[in-house]
Protein backbone atom coordinates (compact mmCIF):
# COMPACT_ATOMS: atom_id res chain seq x y z
CA UNK A 1 0.00 0.00 0.00
CA UNK A 2 1.57 3.35 -1.09
CA UNK A 3 1.52 6.47 1.35
CA UNK A 4 1.06 9.83 -0.35
CA UNK A 5 1.85 12.96 1.97
CA UNK A 6 1.65 15.45 -0.57
CA UNK A 7 -1.06 16.49 -3.27
CA UNK A 8 2.36 16.60 -5.73
CA UNK A 9 2.68 12.88 -5.04
CA UNK A 10 -1.13 11.80 -5.00
CA UNK A 11 -1.32 13.31 -8.68
CA UNK A 12 1.61 11.22 -10.26
CA UNK A 13 0.62 8.00 -8.79
CA UNK A 14 -3.13 8.52 -9.68
CA UNK A 15 -2.12 9.64 -13.71
CA UNK A 16 -0.28 6.47 -13.72
CA UNK A 17 -3.12 4.44 -12.78
CA UNK A 18 -5.24 6.24 -15.43
CA UNK A 19 -2.67 5.82 -17.77
CA UNK A 20 -2.94 2.05 -17.38
CA UNK A 21 -6.90 2.67 -17.83
CA UNK A 22 -7.47 1.45 -14.12
CA UNK A 23 -10.58 3.09 -13.01
CA UNK A 24 -10.33 4.93 -9.45
CA UNK A 25 -12.53 4.52 -6.69
CA UNK A 26 -12.11 6.99 -3.87
CA UNK A 27 -13.17 7.03 0.32
CA UNK A 28 -12.53 10.07 1.72
CA UNK A 29 -12.21 9.63 6.28
CA UNK A 30 -11.29 11.53 9.39
CA UNK A 31 -9.45 7.88 10.03
CA UNK A 32 -10.61 6.40 13.06
CA UNK A 33 -11.61 4.27 10.89
CA UNK A 34 -14.40 1.54 12.26
CA UNK A 35 -16.48 -1.62 9.81
CA UNK A 36 -18.75 0.81 8.83
CA UNK A 37 -15.45 2.67 6.54
CA UNK A 38 -14.16 -0.28 5.58
CA UNK A 39 -17.88 -1.88 3.94
CA UNK A 40 -17.00 1.34 1.85
CA UNK A 41 -13.72 0.45 0.28
CA UNK A 42 -16.04 -3.00 0.18
CA UNK A 43 -18.50 -1.70 -2.38
CA UNK A 44 -15.80 0.66 -4.22
CA UNK A 45 -13.91 -2.27 -5.56
CA UNK A 46 -17.27 -3.64 -6.92
CA UNK A 47 -17.28 -0.60 -9.26
CA UNK A 48 -13.36 0.47 -9.96
CA UNK A 49 -9.92 -0.73 -9.85
CA UNK A 50 -7.83 1.14 -7.61
CA UNK A 51 -8.59 1.76 -3.74
CA UNK A 52 -7.66 5.55 -2.64
CA UNK A 53 -8.51 6.34 0.70
CA UNK A 54 -7.94 9.98 2.16
CA UNK A 55 -7.00 10.53 6.12
CA UNK A 56 -7.28 13.78 6.88
CA UNK A 57 -9.22 15.51 10.02
CA UNK A 58 -10.69 18.62 8.20
CA UNK A 59 -10.27 21.65 10.58
CA UNK A 60 -12.47 23.59 8.20
CA UNK A 61 -15.72 21.20 9.04
CA UNK A 62 -15.85 22.11 13.07
CA UNK A 63 -17.35 24.48 14.78
CA UNK A 64 -15.80 23.85 17.91
CA UNK A 65 -11.81 24.23 17.90
CA UNK A 66 -11.39 21.39 21.40
CA UNK A 67 -14.06 19.19 18.84
CA UNK A 68 -11.42 19.50 16.37
CA UNK A 69 -7.96 18.95 18.28
CA UNK A 70 -9.87 16.01 20.64
CA UNK A 71 -11.03 14.50 17.32
CA UNK A 72 -9.35 10.76 17.97
CA UNK A 73 -6.08 9.83 15.91
CA UNK A 74 -4.97 6.36 15.49
CA UNK A 75 -2.88 6.90 12.19
CA UNK A 76 -0.54 3.80 12.53
CA UNK A 77 -4.12 1.58 13.53
CA UNK A 78 -5.99 3.07 10.39
CA UNK A 79 -3.02 2.46 7.93
CA UNK A 80 -3.33 -1.71 8.91
CA UNK A 81 -6.69 -1.34 8.31
CA UNK A 82 -6.95 0.47 5.15
CA UNK A 83 -4.09 -1.77 3.96
CA UNK A 84 -6.18 -5.11 5.31
CA UNK A 85 -9.32 -3.93 3.52
CA UNK A 86 -7.41 -3.60 -0.08
CA UNK A 87 -6.72 0.57 -0.06
CA UNK A 88 -3.67 0.78 -2.92
CA UNK A 89 -3.07 4.03 -2.00
CA UNK A 90 -3.42 6.61 1.30
CA UNK A 91 -3.85 9.78 1.12
CA UNK A 92 -2.10 11.59 4.69
CA UNK A 93 -1.72 15.36 3.98
CA UNK A 94 -1.51 17.24 7.00
CA UNK A 95 -3.71 21.31 7.83
CA UNK A 96 -0.41 23.32 5.94
CA UNK A 97 -0.69 20.87 2.60
CA UNK A 98 -4.35 21.34 2.49
CA UNK A 99 -4.94 24.59 3.28
CA UNK A 100 -2.79 27.41 2.87
CA UNK A 101 -4.12 30.74 2.93
CA UNK A 102 -7.70 29.53 1.67
CA UNK A 103 -10.31 31.78 0.46
CA UNK A 104 -12.68 29.76 -1.64
CA UNK A 105 -15.50 27.94 -0.13
CA UNK A 106 -17.81 25.46 -1.93
CA UNK A 107 -21.87 25.52 -0.23
CA UNK A 108 -24.70 23.67 -1.09
CA UNK A 109 -27.77 26.30 -0.15
CA UNK A 110 -31.03 24.87 1.34
CA UNK A 111 -29.43 21.26 2.24
CA UNK A 112 -27.31 22.72 5.10
CA UNK A 113 -29.99 25.04 6.40
CA UNK A 114 -31.89 22.03 8.33
CA UNK A 115 -31.16 18.57 10.18
CA UNK A 116 -27.53 18.91 11.35
CA UNK A 117 -26.88 21.82 9.72
CA UNK A 118 -28.74 23.92 11.83
CA UNK A 119 -27.12 22.90 15.25
CA UNK A 120 -23.57 23.20 13.60
CA UNK A 121 -22.73 26.50 11.54
CA UNK A 122 -20.30 25.74 8.92
CA UNK A 123 -19.74 22.71 9.47
CA UNK A 124 -21.55 21.38 5.91
CA UNK A 125 -19.67 24.09 3.94
CA UNK A 126 -16.47 22.80 5.41
CA UNK A 127 -17.02 19.23 4.07
CA UNK A 128 -18.17 20.35 0.90
CA UNK A 129 -14.85 22.22 0.54
CA UNK A 130 -12.56 19.56 1.81
CA UNK A 131 -14.45 17.14 -1.01
CA UNK A 132 -14.14 19.38 -3.42
CA UNK A 133 -10.11 19.82 -3.22
CA UNK A 134 -10.08 15.70 -2.59
CA UNK A 135 -12.28 15.19 -5.79
CA UNK A 136 -9.94 17.71 -7.74
CA UNK A 137 -6.93 15.94 -6.06
CA UNK A 138 -7.77 12.13 -6.29
CA UNK A 139 -9.94 12.34 -9.74
CA UNK A 140 -11.99 9.55 -8.82
CA UNK A 141 -14.15 7.73 -11.20
CA UNK A 142 -16.18 6.23 -8.07
CA UNK A 143 -16.34 7.56 -4.88
CA UNK A 144 -18.04 5.96 -1.78
CA UNK A 145 -19.66 7.63 0.79
CA UNK A 146 -21.73 6.04 3.98
CA UNK A 147 -26.14 6.64 4.45
CA UNK A 148 -25.53 7.28 8.34
CA UNK A 149 -24.22 10.72 7.58
CA UNK A 150 -27.17 11.25 5.13
CA UNK A 151 -27.26 15.10 5.43
CA UNK A 152 -23.62 14.70 4.06
CA UNK A 153 -24.28 12.19 1.47
CA UNK A 154 -26.83 13.58 0.33
CA UNK A 155 -25.30 17.42 -0.23
CA UNK A 156 -22.98 15.76 -2.05
CA UNK A 157 -24.46 14.40 -4.55
CA UNK A 158 -26.12 17.50 -4.82
CA UNK A 159 -22.96 19.43 -5.18
CA UNK A 160 -21.43 16.45 -7.99
CA UNK A 161 -24.61 17.30 -9.96
CA UNK A 162 -24.95 20.83 -10.01
CA UNK A 163 -21.24 21.44 -10.39
CA UNK A 164 -20.95 18.84 -12.69
CA UNK A 165 -17.87 16.99 -11.35
CA UNK A 166 -16.86 13.61 -13.43
CA UNK A 167 -17.23 11.35 -10.46
CA UNK A 168 -20.18 8.87 -9.47
CA UNK A 169 -21.12 8.73 -5.93
CA UNK A 170 -22.85 6.14 -4.18
CA UNK A 171 -24.45 5.92 -1.27
CA UNK A 172 -23.76 2.87 0.70
CA UNK A 173 -25.82 1.43 3.35
CA UNK A 174 -25.14 1.80 7.81
CA UNK A 175 -23.23 -0.67 9.26
CA UNK A 176 -24.57 -1.64 12.57
CA UNK A 177 -23.50 -3.33 16.25
CA UNK A 178 -25.13 -6.32 16.44
CA UNK A 179 -28.20 -4.95 18.68
CA UNK A 180 -28.82 -2.46 15.37
CA UNK A 181 -26.58 0.81 16.69
CA UNK A 182 -25.49 2.29 14.06
CA UNK A 183 -21.36 1.94 14.04
CA UNK A 184 -19.55 5.34 14.78
CA UNK A 185 -16.48 6.21 15.96
CA UNK A 186 -18.30 7.94 18.97
CA UNK A 187 -19.93 4.62 20.43
CA UNK A 188 -16.70 4.53 22.35
CA UNK A 189 -17.50 7.06 24.66
CA UNK A 190 -21.05 5.44 25.61
CA UNK A 191 -20.90 3.87 29.15
CA UNK A 192 -23.03 0.21 28.73
CA UNK A 193 -25.83 1.68 30.15
CA UNK A 194 -25.70 4.85 27.91
CA UNK A 195 -25.32 2.03 25.05
CA UNK A 196 -28.90 0.30 25.79
CA UNK A 197 -30.81 2.96 26.67
CA UNK A 198 -28.98 4.13 22.65
CA UNK A 199 -30.55 1.35 21.37
CA UNK A 200 -33.92 2.97 21.36
CA UNK A 201 -33.26 5.27 18.39
CA UNK A 202 -32.75 1.61 15.87
CA UNK A 203 -35.72 0.96 17.33
CA UNK A 204 -37.53 4.16 16.51
CA UNK A 205 -36.75 3.06 13.15
CA UNK A 206 -37.93 -0.28 12.75
CA UNK A 207 -41.41 0.96 14.21
CA UNK A 208 -41.63 3.99 11.69
CA UNK A 209 -40.80 1.48 8.56
CA UNK A 210 -43.68 -1.28 9.70
CA UNK A 211 -46.14 2.07 10.14
CA UNK A 212 -45.34 3.14 6.43
CA UNK A 213 -44.81 -0.76 5.07
CA UNK A 214 -48.81 -0.44 6.40
CA UNK A 215 -49.37 2.70 4.12
CA UNK A 216 -48.72 5.45 6.63
CA UNK A 217 -48.05 8.35 4.96
CA UNK A 218 -48.51 11.35 7.64
CA UNK A 219 -45.54 12.80 8.73
CA UNK A 220 -46.63 13.96 12.52
CA UNK A 221 -48.46 10.55 12.93
CA UNK A 222 -44.76 8.59 12.36
CA UNK A 223 -42.49 10.86 13.99
CA UNK A 224 -44.95 10.84 17.47
CA UNK A 225 -44.35 6.97 17.58
CA UNK A 226 -40.89 7.52 17.09
CA UNK A 227 -40.30 10.01 19.47
CA UNK A 228 -42.37 8.48 21.95
CA UNK A 229 -39.91 5.65 21.41
CA UNK A 230 -36.74 6.89 21.27
CA UNK A 231 -38.03 8.91 24.98
CA UNK A 232 -38.29 5.41 26.38
CA UNK A 233 -34.12 5.24 25.86
CA UNK A 234 -34.72 8.80 27.84
CA UNK A 235 -32.12 10.63 25.97
CA UNK A 236 -30.38 13.27 27.59
CA UNK A 237 -31.18 15.54 24.62
CA UNK A 238 -33.30 15.15 21.67
CA UNK A 239 -31.39 17.16 18.24
CA UNK A 240 -34.36 16.55 15.70
CA UNK A 241 -36.62 13.59 14.51
CA UNK A 242 -37.60 14.47 10.98
CA UNK A 243 -39.00 13.25 7.91
CA UNK A 244 -37.29 15.57 4.65
CA UNK A 245 -37.60 15.38 1.28
CA UNK A 246 -34.59 13.41 -0.10
CA UNK A 247 -33.89 15.76 -2.92
CA UNK A 248 -33.95 18.86 -0.89
CA UNK A 249 -33.80 18.08 2.83
CA UNK A 250 -36.24 19.85 3.58
CA UNK A 251 -39.54 18.91 5.76
CA UNK A 252 -42.72 16.80 4.38
CA UNK A 253 -46.19 16.55 6.13
CA UNK A 254 -46.42 13.52 3.53
CA UNK A 255 -44.23 10.71 2.94
CA UNK A 256 -45.34 11.34 -1.08
CA UNK A 257 -41.55 11.35 -3.23
CA UNK A 258 -37.73 9.64 -2.06
CA UNK A 259 -37.60 10.87 1.71
CA UNK A 260 -35.22 10.59 4.90
CA UNK A 261 -36.19 10.01 8.53
CA UNK A 262 -33.06 11.03 10.81
CA UNK A 263 -32.77 10.88 14.16
CA UNK A 264 -30.13 13.27 16.43
CA UNK A 265 -30.06 12.60 20.12
CA UNK A 266 -27.30 12.70 23.09
CA UNK A 267 -27.08 10.15 25.44
CA UNK A 268 -24.66 11.69 28.38
CA UNK A 269 -22.58 14.19 26.39
CA UNK A 270 -22.52 11.88 23.17
CA UNK A 271 -24.43 12.91 19.85
CA UNK A 272 -25.43 10.11 17.79
CA UNK A 273 -27.33 10.44 14.32
CA UNK A 274 -28.94 7.93 12.33
CA UNK A 275 -31.44 7.88 9.49
CA UNK A 276 -33.41 5.84 7.54
CA UNK A 277 -34.01 6.24 3.33
CA UNK A 278 -38.01 5.58 2.33
CA UNK A 279 -37.51 4.60 -1.67
CA UNK A 280 -40.55 4.13 -3.48
CA UNK A 281 -40.43 0.16 -3.93
CA UNK A 282 -42.85 -2.42 -6.35
CA UNK A 283 -45.19 -2.19 -3.70
CA UNK A 284 -45.42 0.77 -1.74
CA UNK A 285 -42.39 1.99 -0.15
CA UNK A 286 -38.94 0.44 0.97
CA UNK A 287 -37.20 1.70 3.72
CA UNK A 288 -33.08 1.32 3.56
CA UNK A 289 -31.48 1.90 6.75
CA UNK B 1 -15.46 22.97 -35.81
CA UNK B 2 -17.54 21.26 -33.58
CA UNK B 3 -21.23 22.61 -31.56
CA UNK B 4 -21.76 20.63 -28.35
CA UNK B 5 -24.97 21.91 -26.87
CA UNK B 6 -24.77 19.17 -24.20
CA UNK B 7 -22.63 18.47 -21.55
CA UNK B 8 -22.77 14.94 -22.31
CA UNK B 9 -21.53 15.46 -26.12
CA UNK B 10 -18.68 17.71 -24.22
CA UNK B 11 -17.74 15.01 -22.27
CA UNK B 12 -17.50 12.26 -25.07
CA UNK B 13 -15.70 14.79 -27.50
CA UNK B 14 -12.99 15.26 -24.65
CA UNK B 15 -12.69 11.98 -23.47
CA UNK B 16 -11.78 10.61 -27.12
CA UNK B 17 -9.24 13.78 -27.55
CA UNK B 18 -7.95 12.83 -24.34
CA UNK B 19 -7.19 9.04 -25.09
CA UNK B 20 -5.41 10.16 -28.36
CA UNK B 21 -2.79 12.31 -25.82
CA UNK B 22 -4.36 15.53 -26.78
CA UNK B 23 -3.91 18.59 -24.14
CA UNK B 24 -7.11 20.47 -23.70
CA UNK B 25 -7.12 24.12 -23.90
CA UNK B 26 -10.00 26.12 -22.80
CA UNK B 27 -11.39 29.61 -23.50
CA UNK B 28 -14.71 30.39 -21.77
CA UNK B 29 -16.82 33.04 -22.59
CA UNK B 30 -20.20 34.54 -23.13
CA UNK B 31 -19.88 34.95 -26.52
CA UNK B 32 -20.16 38.63 -28.57
CA UNK B 33 -16.44 37.75 -29.23
CA UNK B 34 -14.17 40.40 -30.25
CA UNK B 35 -10.19 40.54 -31.17
CA UNK B 36 -9.52 39.99 -27.07
CA UNK B 37 -11.14 36.61 -27.13
CA UNK B 38 -9.55 35.55 -30.30
CA UNK B 39 -6.48 36.37 -28.73
CA UNK B 40 -6.78 34.30 -25.68
CA UNK B 41 -7.56 31.39 -28.08
CA UNK B 42 -3.53 32.08 -30.24
CA UNK B 43 -2.28 31.81 -26.11
CA UNK B 44 -4.10 28.46 -25.50
CA UNK B 45 -2.94 27.26 -29.06
CA UNK B 46 0.66 27.66 -27.29
CA UNK B 47 0.25 25.68 -24.52
CA UNK B 48 -1.87 22.69 -25.67
CA UNK B 49 -3.27 20.59 -28.85
CA UNK B 50 -7.34 21.24 -28.94
CA UNK B 51 -8.72 24.02 -28.50
CA UNK B 52 -12.54 24.24 -26.48
CA UNK B 53 -14.30 27.59 -26.12
CA UNK B 54 -17.67 27.88 -24.32
CA UNK B 55 -20.16 30.30 -25.41
CA UNK B 56 -22.91 30.62 -22.54
CA UNK B 57 -24.39 33.78 -21.34
CA UNK B 58 -24.58 33.17 -17.50
CA UNK B 59 -27.48 33.93 -16.03
CA UNK B 60 -25.98 33.77 -12.21
CA UNK B 61 -24.02 35.92 -12.75
CA UNK B 62 -26.29 39.02 -13.71
CA UNK B 63 -27.90 41.02 -10.87
CA UNK B 64 -30.37 42.67 -12.89
CA UNK B 65 -32.35 40.41 -14.80
CA UNK B 66 -32.86 43.30 -17.69
CA UNK B 67 -29.39 43.46 -18.07
CA UNK B 68 -28.97 39.46 -18.41
CA UNK B 69 -31.79 39.60 -21.28
CA UNK B 70 -30.44 42.47 -22.85
CA UNK B 71 -26.77 41.18 -22.89
CA UNK B 72 -25.84 41.07 -26.95
CA UNK B 73 -25.81 37.83 -28.19
CA UNK B 74 -24.58 37.21 -31.80
CA UNK B 75 -24.19 33.06 -32.21
CA UNK B 76 -24.04 32.38 -36.01
CA UNK B 77 -21.19 35.75 -35.63
CA UNK B 78 -19.34 34.07 -32.85
CA UNK B 79 -19.46 30.73 -34.36
CA UNK B 80 -17.91 31.80 -37.42
CA UNK B 81 -15.12 34.00 -35.40
CA UNK B 82 -14.29 30.88 -33.24
CA UNK B 83 -13.66 28.88 -36.41
CA UNK B 84 -11.60 31.26 -37.92
CA UNK B 85 -9.14 31.90 -34.99
CA UNK B 86 -9.14 27.71 -34.35
CA UNK B 87 -11.61 26.47 -32.10
CA UNK B 88 -12.14 22.75 -32.48
CA UNK B 89 -15.10 22.72 -29.91
CA UNK B 90 -17.43 25.13 -28.78
CA UNK B 91 -19.90 24.41 -25.70
CA UNK B 92 -23.36 26.36 -26.35
CA UNK B 93 -25.62 25.25 -23.74
CA UNK B 94 -28.91 26.50 -22.50
CA UNK B 95 -30.02 27.65 -19.10
CA UNK B 96 -31.51 24.30 -18.19
CA UNK B 97 -28.34 22.34 -19.19
CA UNK B 98 -26.70 24.02 -17.12
CA UNK B 99 -28.78 24.84 -14.27
CA UNK B 100 -31.43 22.56 -13.69
CA UNK B 101 -32.34 23.55 -9.48
CA UNK B 102 -28.72 24.48 -8.97
CA UNK B 103 -28.04 24.72 -5.00
CA UNK B 104 -24.35 24.67 -5.02
CA UNK B 105 -21.84 27.77 -5.66
CA UNK B 106 -18.54 28.58 -5.40
CA UNK B 107 -17.20 31.53 -3.65
CA UNK B 108 -13.43 33.19 -3.17
CA UNK B 109 -13.81 35.29 0.21
CA UNK B 110 -12.59 38.98 0.51
CA UNK B 111 -11.80 38.40 -3.19
CA UNK B 112 -15.03 39.47 -3.96
CA UNK B 113 -15.81 42.31 -1.40
CA UNK B 114 -14.25 44.97 -2.81
CA UNK B 115 -13.65 46.57 -6.35
CA UNK B 116 -16.25 45.52 -8.31
CA UNK B 117 -17.57 42.98 -5.95
CA UNK B 118 -18.85 45.60 -3.73
CA UNK B 119 -21.13 47.06 -7.10
CA UNK B 120 -22.14 43.65 -7.99
CA UNK B 121 -23.26 41.41 -5.31
CA UNK B 122 -23.36 38.19 -5.52
CA UNK B 123 -22.12 38.84 -9.46
CA UNK B 124 -18.44 36.63 -8.85
CA UNK B 125 -19.83 33.91 -6.64
CA UNK B 126 -21.88 33.47 -10.40
CA UNK B 127 -19.12 33.55 -12.22
CA UNK B 128 -16.99 31.20 -9.44
CA UNK B 129 -19.96 29.08 -9.78
CA UNK B 130 -19.76 28.88 -13.67
CA UNK B 131 -16.24 28.61 -14.18
CA UNK B 132 -15.99 25.52 -11.75
CA UNK B 133 -18.79 24.20 -13.22
CA UNK B 134 -17.16 24.62 -16.87
CA UNK B 135 -14.00 22.60 -15.71
CA UNK B 136 -15.57 19.71 -14.34
CA UNK B 137 -17.36 19.72 -17.86
CA UNK B 138 -14.35 20.25 -20.30
CA UNK B 139 -11.70 19.20 -17.64
CA UNK B 140 -8.84 21.50 -19.66
CA UNK B 141 -5.61 21.05 -18.76
CA UNK B 142 -5.13 24.91 -19.37
CA UNK B 143 -7.52 27.84 -19.46
CA UNK B 144 -6.74 31.17 -20.58
CA UNK B 145 -8.52 34.21 -18.93
CA UNK B 146 -8.31 38.30 -20.26
CA UNK B 147 -6.11 40.92 -17.70
CA UNK B 148 -8.55 42.97 -18.31
CA UNK B 149 -10.86 40.90 -16.15
CA UNK B 150 -8.67 40.89 -13.27
CA UNK B 151 -10.98 40.80 -10.62
CA UNK B 152 -12.50 37.60 -12.23
CA UNK B 153 -8.66 36.46 -13.15
CA UNK B 154 -7.07 36.53 -10.06
CA UNK B 155 -10.22 35.06 -8.16
CA UNK B 156 -10.11 31.97 -10.71
CA UNK B 157 -6.75 31.75 -9.97
CA UNK B 158 -7.07 31.56 -6.35
CA UNK B 159 -9.98 29.14 -6.90
CA UNK B 160 -8.02 26.80 -8.84
CA UNK B 161 -5.02 26.96 -6.32
CA UNK B 162 -7.97 26.50 -3.20
CA UNK B 163 -9.97 23.82 -4.07
CA UNK B 164 -6.89 22.24 -6.52
CA UNK B 165 -8.73 22.13 -9.69
CA UNK B 166 -5.99 20.17 -12.18
CA UNK B 167 -6.09 22.87 -14.48
CA UNK B 168 -3.16 25.35 -15.38
CA UNK B 169 -4.32 29.55 -15.31
CA UNK B 170 -2.52 31.40 -17.39
CA UNK B 171 -3.76 35.26 -17.67
CA UNK B 172 -3.73 37.05 -20.73
CA UNK B 173 -2.48 41.33 -21.80
CA UNK B 174 -5.61 43.04 -22.64
CA UNK B 175 -6.08 43.83 -26.27
CA UNK B 176 -6.21 47.45 -26.82
CA UNK B 177 -8.14 49.65 -29.65
CA UNK B 178 -5.01 52.05 -31.23
CA UNK B 179 -5.92 54.95 -29.43
CA UNK B 180 -5.15 52.83 -25.89
CA UNK B 181 -9.19 51.77 -24.99
CA UNK B 182 -9.48 48.61 -23.76
CA UNK B 183 -11.46 45.88 -25.92
CA UNK B 184 -15.04 45.25 -24.57
CA UNK B 185 -18.00 44.42 -26.23
CA UNK B 186 -19.51 47.36 -23.85
CA UNK B 187 -17.25 50.05 -26.68
CA UNK B 188 -20.25 50.02 -29.24
CA UNK B 189 -22.22 51.60 -26.75
CA UNK B 190 -20.16 54.75 -26.54
CA UNK B 191 -20.87 58.01 -28.65
CA UNK B 192 -17.72 59.17 -30.37
CA UNK B 193 -17.11 61.92 -27.93
CA UNK B 194 -17.59 59.42 -24.76
CA UNK B 195 -15.10 57.07 -26.93
CA UNK B 196 -12.48 59.97 -26.51
CA UNK B 197 -13.23 61.10 -23.33
CA UNK B 198 -12.92 57.67 -21.87
CA UNK B 199 -9.41 57.63 -23.22
CA UNK B 200 -8.52 59.54 -20.09
CA UNK B 201 -8.67 55.97 -18.46
CA UNK B 202 -5.89 54.80 -20.31
CA UNK B 203 -3.77 57.69 -19.84
CA UNK B 204 -4.39 57.74 -16.35
CA UNK B 205 -2.25 54.30 -16.33
CA UNK B 206 0.32 55.94 -18.27
CA UNK B 207 1.00 58.50 -15.86
CA UNK B 208 1.16 55.77 -13.00
CA UNK B 209 3.06 53.89 -14.76
CA UNK B 210 6.17 56.35 -15.16
CA UNK B 211 5.73 57.40 -11.80
CA UNK B 212 5.92 53.76 -10.68
CA UNK B 213 8.94 53.66 -12.56
CA UNK B 214 10.94 56.73 -11.38
CA UNK B 215 10.50 54.74 -7.93
CA UNK B 216 7.14 55.96 -6.68
CA UNK B 217 5.75 53.68 -3.96
CA UNK B 218 3.05 55.53 -2.12
CA UNK B 219 -0.46 54.68 -3.01
CA UNK B 220 -2.06 58.30 -2.44
CA UNK B 221 0.46 60.06 -4.64
CA UNK B 222 -0.53 57.85 -7.81
CA UNK B 223 -3.91 57.66 -7.23
CA UNK B 224 -4.12 61.55 -6.79
CA UNK B 225 -2.47 61.64 -9.97
CA UNK B 226 -4.75 59.18 -11.56
CA UNK B 227 -7.71 60.82 -10.20
CA UNK B 228 -6.79 64.00 -11.75
CA UNK B 229 -6.31 62.67 -15.05
CA UNK B 230 -9.54 60.68 -15.27
CA UNK B 231 -11.35 63.87 -14.32
CA UNK B 232 -10.27 65.21 -17.68
CA UNK B 233 -11.97 63.02 -19.30
CA UNK B 234 -15.39 64.42 -17.71
CA UNK B 235 -16.27 60.26 -16.95
CA UNK B 236 -20.42 60.64 -15.46
CA UNK B 237 -19.58 59.03 -12.69
CA UNK B 238 -16.16 56.99 -11.02
CA UNK B 239 -16.93 53.68 -9.20
CA UNK B 240 -13.32 53.41 -8.25
CA UNK B 241 -9.50 53.72 -8.56
CA UNK B 242 -8.04 51.51 -6.20
CA UNK B 243 -4.34 49.97 -5.60
CA UNK B 244 -4.93 47.02 -4.41
CA UNK B 245 -2.45 43.82 -3.42
CA UNK B 246 -2.90 41.22 -6.39
CA UNK B 247 -3.24 37.85 -3.82
CA UNK B 248 -5.93 39.69 -1.79
CA UNK B 249 -7.24 42.32 -4.13
CA UNK B 250 -7.24 44.61 -0.35
CA UNK B 251 -5.82 48.08 -0.81
CA UNK B 252 -2.49 48.87 -0.04
CA UNK B 253 -0.69 51.95 0.85
CA UNK B 254 2.37 51.70 -0.69
CA UNK B 255 3.32 49.36 -3.65
CA UNK B 256 5.74 46.92 -2.32
CA UNK B 257 4.66 43.18 -3.52
CA UNK B 258 2.65 42.59 -6.81
CA UNK B 259 -0.29 44.99 -6.71
CA UNK B 260 -2.83 45.65 -9.24
CA UNK B 261 -4.01 49.48 -10.19
CA UNK B 262 -7.73 49.29 -10.71
CA UNK B 263 -10.51 51.64 -12.69
CA UNK B 264 -13.97 51.27 -13.00
CA UNK B 265 -15.79 54.54 -14.29
CA UNK B 266 -18.95 55.53 -16.53
CA UNK B 267 -19.12 57.59 -20.01
CA UNK B 268 -22.60 57.56 -20.78
CA UNK B 269 -24.22 54.87 -19.52
CA UNK B 270 -21.16 52.52 -19.71
CA UNK B 271 -19.29 51.02 -17.58
CA UNK B 272 -15.99 50.42 -18.60
CA UNK B 273 -12.77 49.07 -16.88
CA UNK B 274 -9.15 49.35 -17.07
CA UNK B 275 -6.47 47.66 -14.86
CA UNK B 276 -2.27 47.42 -14.66
CA UNK B 277 -0.62 44.91 -12.87
CA UNK B 278 2.10 45.84 -11.22
CA UNK B 279 5.07 43.07 -10.90
CA UNK B 280 9.12 42.62 -9.39
CA UNK B 281 11.27 43.13 -12.28
CA UNK B 282 15.07 42.57 -12.71
CA UNK B 283 15.27 46.51 -12.36
CA UNK B 284 12.63 47.92 -9.51
CA UNK B 285 8.57 47.28 -10.67
CA UNK B 286 7.20 46.67 -14.09
CA UNK B 287 3.76 47.29 -15.28
CA UNK B 288 1.73 45.00 -16.87
CA UNK B 289 -1.36 46.78 -19.01
Redesign the interface.
Known amino acids: MLVANS?EEV?KIISAQKKAGKRIGFVPTMGYLHEGHLSLVEISKKHTDFQVMSIFVNKIQFNDKKDFENYPRETERDLKLAESAGVELVFLPDDEEMYR???????????TDHLCGAFREGHFRGV??VV??LF??V?PDVSVFGQKDIQQAAGIE??VY?????VRIIIAPTIREKEGLAMSSRNKHLSPEQRNRALAIHRSLQAAESMIESGEAGASVILQKMKQIIEEGKPDKVDYVSITSY??LQPVDRIENKSVIAIAAFFGTTRLIDNMIIDKGDKGFKCIY
Do not use: E
Not at 162 to 166: A, R
Open positions: IRDRLTYVDVLTLFTSKNIQKMDLNFPDT
